[in-house]
């Protein structure tokens, strides 16, 4: 089981970036996928998460009209497209896999996000 997240870097405030979580080893399509992030000395903040059919999706309120969250069944992937980025949005941004228990069961390795200028 694997769940590897992707596309983090540097980014000026008000760039976007697109994240990628791909999986293998389980059966994807059945899981609902969270993307979480962590800033330097605080907490771990869920961001978004997208439902196993994908017709359901959440975002925090502090990314609400700038993220967007998707999944490509067919890649074993889901994407996270971050619009409009800020400082504050800085950290690593972890993905997980939930089977419909409300408990995450698989997390990905993080990838980090800095916005600067």
């Known amino acids: 089981v694997q769940l590897q997240a992707s596309g983090g870097g540097l980014v000026q405030p008000g760039g976007s970036l697109r994240l990628s979580c791909a999986a293998s080893g389980f059966s994807f399509a059945n899981y609902a996928i969270g993307w979480f992030r962590q800033a330097p000395g605080k907490g771990r903040e869920g961001v978004s998460c997208?439902?196993?059919?994908?017709?359901?999706?959440f975002y925090s309120n502090s990314v609400k009209g700038r993220f967007t969250v998707s999944r490509d069944d067919a890649k074993d992937t889901v994407y996270l497209q971050m619009n409009s980025l800020k400082p504050e949005d800085t950290g690593v941004y972890y993905c997980a896999a939930d089977p419909g228990t409300s408990r995450y069961e698989y997390w990905g390795q993080g990838t980090q996000v800095t916005v600067s200028s």
């Open positions: 997208i439902s196993s059919s994908g017709g359901r999706r």
